[in-house]
């Protein structure tokens, strides 16, 4: 639990070399599939935006003609054409939200569907690094974010920009003096947005950021609601939550300042021209210089233009967002993942599980701080179990990690019946490496998919065996059988049926090689004896490397390995080690049951 309101998670510090159209740009594969929807929605709102141009012209025909003229029969045309052009920009502005909503909605799925196999591809050291809250956050707000601005935003500049353009040489068609004065305000407004776009962007990157740290602190604490009720610390929690709350409404109401700023010059700046226009026009028509049709005209088009000008403060800062949520999107889709070897003909030879030389530091270890695997050698030979054991926090979980390879080995290599673990494709190194880890996790869904999720393909024989080792017939009284789901991380179950569910998972395959994370942990005395007994049976069959910390689960094993100061210190039988390995016998000095067990 984070101790105070700084931000969990820093953004990459390539600032400098940011620019937002870059990274917007980097889009493009997603957009590309539905490049004719965006088309087709450019071309409705730009023809849309032409017709409210058109709308001035006809305006200044009916000052200049029919009502110039007390024509009141040619009146009537031109309000028909008024109210058809009405209804075209209407029909056509409408056409372009249906053109691409479906379209939308399926590149945010790509991306998420992306992001999310992405994540499943990449190293667990990758997740160690990132707070959990960061990546939800970047599947969910960030991924609307982008949608929104392929939606509106991308269309809109595009359109808004050509109607201004358009606009701008009507204006000066109409008359040229009025369209400069009209049009002056532009050159400080260019600067001005250049000048937002670098410090809204800082901005919307901080906000997004901070929004993951909310998340996590939110995930955090529905996850150990438990803990936090236990000791009374929502409290804590909830102060923790607020700061960071705080947090991110300073950054927003200081993103909103920023807007507000712009939006006070781009409002300001043209209506200030536009009266300076409307000023010289007068004077002009009083001196017959320009007939009144023109100068109404003028301003219609004027006042036309007033959406596309005023829109410009709000695109920019939509787009700056999508721009830095593409960012925190390609952060992710460019880590780099586990290098694949390629596809070799490699000869099994039975040799079993052998670390030659086999070193390791994680990644974000604290410098100066020595390997926490110093040259582990270690030998279990086919069809042996081997029980590792050593004081807490020596690196046994570690060790155990490296075999199916969710840490790499810093140094030094480890084989499978004399296959390389580092030029076995993943896939295939973890059908042969079945774990189960001390801290089970199961997932929200059936008992059956659950544990089917060791081995998709074993049929519902191999599910009840796997049942049945794990002494895990308990889901037969569940309401529905092994279909009953057991809910998110498994918390409808109790620690001790977890743990046997996760041990069936990890013997469902029947695999050739087992690591068991002291898989025995929360089982009562009763229960631990019965699981034992069936392990037994598959440990027959299966080379197995099993962390114990209790005498119980050492005796499962044929050898025990003694790890300690990053190496393995002994190895033997438990007995022989008990006579010759002082460290051993002071590991499991204390273990009654152990002497006990051994003399029965
Ligand atoms: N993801 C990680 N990043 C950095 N250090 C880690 C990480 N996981 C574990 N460690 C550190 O590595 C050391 C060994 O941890 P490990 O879990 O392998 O020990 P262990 O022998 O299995 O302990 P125990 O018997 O308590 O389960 C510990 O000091 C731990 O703090």
């Given at each position: 639990?984070?101790?105070n309101?700084?931000?969990?998670?820093?953004?990459?510090t390539?600032?400098?070399?940011?620019?937002t159209v870059?990274?917007?740009?980097r889009?493009?594969p997603?957009?590309?599939?539905?490049?004719?929807?965006?088309?087709g929605?450019?071309a409705?709102a730009?023809?849309?935006?032409?017709?409210?141009?058109v709308v001035p012209?006809?305006?200044?025909?009916?000052v200049d003609?029919p009502?110039g003229?007390h024509?009141?029969a040619?009146?009537w045309p031109l309000?028909g054409l008024l109210l058809?052009l009405g209804?075209?920009e209407?029909?056509l502005?409408g056409?372009?939200?249906?053109?691409?909503?479906?379209?939308?909605?399926?590149v945010e799925a790509?991306?998420?569907d992306?992001?999310?196999?992405k994540l499943?591809r990449l190293?667990?050291?990758f997740?160690?690094?990132?707070?959990?809250?960061?990546l939800?956050?970047?599947?969910?707000?960030d991924m609307y974010?982008?949608?929104?601005f392929?939606?509106?935003p991308l269309?809109?500049?595009?359109v808004?920009?050509?109607?201004?353009?358009?606009?701008?040489?009507?204006m000066?068609?109409?008359d040229?003096r009025?369209?400069?004065?009209?049009?002056?305000?532009?050159?400080?407004?260019?600067?001005l947005?250049t000048?937002?776009?670098?410090r809204?962007?800082?901005?919307?990157?901080?906000?997004?950021?901070q929004n993951?740290d909310?998340a996590t602190?939110?995930?955090?604490?529905?996850?150990?609601?438990?803990?936090l009720?236990?000791?009374?610390r929502?409290r804590?929690?909830?102060?923790?939550?607020?700061?960071?709350?705080?947090?991110?409404?300073?950054?927003?109401?200081?993103?909103?300042?920023?807007?507000?700023?712009?939006?006070?010059v781009?409002?300001?700046?043209?209506?200030?021209?536009l009266g300076?226009?409307?000023a010289v026009?007068?004077?002009?028509v009083?001196h017959?210089?320009l007939?009144?049709?023109?100068l109404v005209?003028?301003?219609?088009?004027?006042?036309a233009?007033?959406?596309p000008?005023e829109?410009?403060?709000?695109?920019?800062?939509y787009s700056?967002e999508?721009?830095?949520a593409?960012?925190r999107?390609?952060?992710?889709?460019?880590?780099?993942?586990q290098?694949?070897?390629e596809p070799a003909?490699?000869?099994?030879?039975?040799?079993?599980?052998?670390?030659t030389g086999v070193?390791?530091r994680?990644?974000?270890a604290p410098?100066?701080t020595?390997?926490l695997?110093?040259?582990?050698?270690?030998h279990?030979?086919?069809?042996?179990t081997?029980?590792?054991v050593?004081?807490?926090?020596s690196g046994?979980?570690t060790l155990?990690?490296?075999?199916?390879?969710l840490y790499e080995?810093t140094?030094?290599?480890i084989?499978l019946?004399?296959?390389?673990?580092?030029?076995?494709p993943?896939?295939r190194?973890?059908e042969?490496?079945?774990?189960?880890f001390?801290?089970?996790t199961?997932?929200s869904?059936?008992?059956?998919?659950?544990?089917?999720?060791g081995?998709?393909q074993?049929g519902?024989?191999q599910l009840e065996?796997?049942?049945?080792?794990a002494?895990?017939?308990?889901?037969?009284?569940l309401p529905q059988?092994v279909?009953?789901?057991?809910?998110e991380q498994g918390?409808?179950?109790s620690?001790?049926?977890?743990?046997?569910?996760?041990?069936?998972r990890a013997?469902v395959?029947?695999?050739e090689f087992?690591v068991l994370d002291?898989?025995?942990s929360?089982?009562?005395?009763?229960?631990?004896?019965l699981?034992?007994?069936?392990?037994?049976e598959?440990l027959?069959?299966t080379t197995?490397?099993?962390v114990?910390?209790r005498?119980s689960?050492?005796?499962?094993?044929d050898?025990?390995?003694?790890?300690a100061?990053?190496?393995?210190?002994?190895?033997?039988?438990h007995?022989?080690l008990l006579?010759?390995?002082?460290?051993?016998r002071?590991?499991?000095?204390?273990e009654?049951?152990?002497?006990?067990?051994v003399t029965r």
């Amino acid at each position: 639990m984070a101790e105070n309101a700084a931000p969990t998670h820093q953004p990459p510090t390539d600032a400098p070399t940011r620019s937002t159209v870059r990274s917007l740009l980097r889009l493009k594969p997603y957009a590309y599939p539905i490049r004719w929807y965006l088309v087709g929605a450019v071309a409705a709102a730009l023809v849309a935006s032409g017709a409210v141009l058109v709308v001035p012209l006809v305006l200044g025909r009916i000052v200049d003609g029919p009502i110039g003229h007390h024509d009141q029969a040619a009146l009537w045309p031109l309000i028909g054409l008024l109210l058809l052009l009405g209804a075209a920009e209407a029909g056509l502005f409408g056409l372009r939200r249906v053109l691409i909503a479906r379209p939308l909605a399926r590149v945010e799925a790509t991306m998420r569907d992306d992001l999310y196999a992405k994540l499943q591809r990449l190293p667990v050291s990758f997740h160690d690094r990132w707070p959990s809250g960061q990546l939800l956050s970047r599947a969910t707000s960030d991924m609307y974010t982008l949608r929104l601005f392929l939606a509106f935003p991308l269309v809109f500049l595009v359109v808004n920009t050509l109607t201004f353009l358009a606009g701008s040489v009507l204006m000066l068609t109409l008359d040229w003096r009025l369209g400069l004065i009209a049009l002056v305000p532009a050159v400080p407004l260019i600067l001005l947005c250049t000048h937002f776009e670098s410090r809204y962007s800082a901005a919307a990157r901080i906000a997004q950021d901070q929004n993951g740290d909310l998340a996590t602190v939110l995930e955090e604490s529905v996850l150990g609601i438990r803990i936090l009720k236990s000791f009374g610390r929502q409290r804590t929690m909830a102060r923790h939550f607020a700061e960071r709350a705080e947090l991110l409404r300073g950054t927003e109401l200081r993103k909103a300042w920023m807007l507000a700023d712009l939006w006070a010059v781009i409002v300001g700046l043209p209506e200030l021209a536009l009266g300076c226009a409307l000023a010289v026009g007068s004077v002009l028509v009083a001196h017959d210089e320009l007939s009144a049709g023109t100068l109404v005209a003028f301003l219609s088009t004027a006042l036309a233009l007033r959406w596309p000008v005023e829109s410009l403060g709000w695109l920019l800062a939509y787009s700056n967002e999508a721009g830095t949520a593409a960012d925190r999107l390609f952060d992710v889709l460019d880590t780099p993942e586990q290098a694949e070897p390629e596809p070799a003909s490699v000869v099994s030879n039975g040799d079993g599980i052998r670390f030659t030389g086999v070193r390791f530091r994680y990644p974000d270890a604290p410098a100066g701080t020595p390997d926490l695997l110093r040259g582990i050698d270690l030998h279990i030979r086919r069809g042996e179990t081997l029980a590792l054991v050593g004081a807490t926090g020596s690196g046994k979980t570690t060790l155990t990690a490296l075999l199916p390879r969710l840490y790499e080995a810093t140094a030094g290599t480890i084989t499978l019946d004399g296959q390389d673990t580092a030029q076995l494709p993943l896939a295939r190194l973890r059908e042969l490496v079945s774990v189960a880890f001390e801290e089970p996790t199961l997932f929200s869904a059936s008992v059956r998919e659950n544990v089917l999720m060791g081995a998709p393909q074993a049929g519902p024989e191999q599910l009840e065996r796997a049942l049945a080792t794990a002494q895990a017939d308990f889901v037969h009284q569940l309401p529905q059988g092994v279909d009953t789901e057991v809910g998110e991380q498994g918390l409808s179950l109790s620690g001790g049926q977890r743990q046997r569910l996760a041990l069936a998972r990890a013997v469902v395959g029947s695999p050739e090689f087992l690591v068991l994370d002291d898989p025995l942990s929360a089982l009562d005395v009763h229960t631990e004896a019965l699981v034992e007994r069936a392990l037994r049976e598959v440990l027959g069959d299966t080379t197995a490397l099993v962390v114990a910390h209790r005498p119980s689960t050492v005796l499962l094993a044929d050898r025990v390995a003694v790890l300690a100061g990053g190496r393995i210190l002994a190895t033997g039988t438990h007995q022989r080690l008990l006579e010759t390995c002082p460290e051993y016998r002071e590991l499991m000095s204390g273990e009654s049951a152990l002497e006990a067990s051994v003399t029965r």
